[in-house]
């Protein structure tokens, strides 16, 4: 029988017990990305939202998703926000590599 993937984050080398991966110990994965000082930064869980300070989301609208795997998303991060940044597009993107597999 193949392993299904989709397990393999609740398997915890430090517990005995199949549990849900803790976000506290998983890396953000924004470590490398440099926020301009004039930008509003959420850090939650699932996700990380940044936008300029000085616009406000509205309730409605368009969004375009752009996809990474755990093995690109730190190219794509850093290109992605870097445009964003440039532009003044607020985005966001998930905080954590435990995220990626919910």
């Not at 939650?44 to 969004?63: M, Y």
């Not at 730190?74 to 290109?79: D, M, P, Q, T």
Request: with cysteine; charged share 25%.
């Amino acid at each position: 029988m193949p392993i299904d993937l989709k397990y393999i984050p609740f398997c915890q080398s430090n517990s005995s017990f199949y549990e849900p991966p803790d976000r506290q110990s998983s890396p953000r994965l924004d470590d490398e990305i440099h926020f301009p000082n004039n930008w509003k930064i959420y850090k939650g869980t699932p996700w990380t939202n940044c936008r300029p300070s000085n616009v406000k989301i509205p309730e409605q609208g368009w969004k375009i998703h752009i996809s990474a795997t755990l093995w690109n998303y730190e190219k794509i991060l850093r290109e992605v926000s870097n445009y964003c940044f440039s532009k003044k597009v607020a985005f966001k993107y998930l905080s954590t590599k435990a995220d990626f597999f919910d």
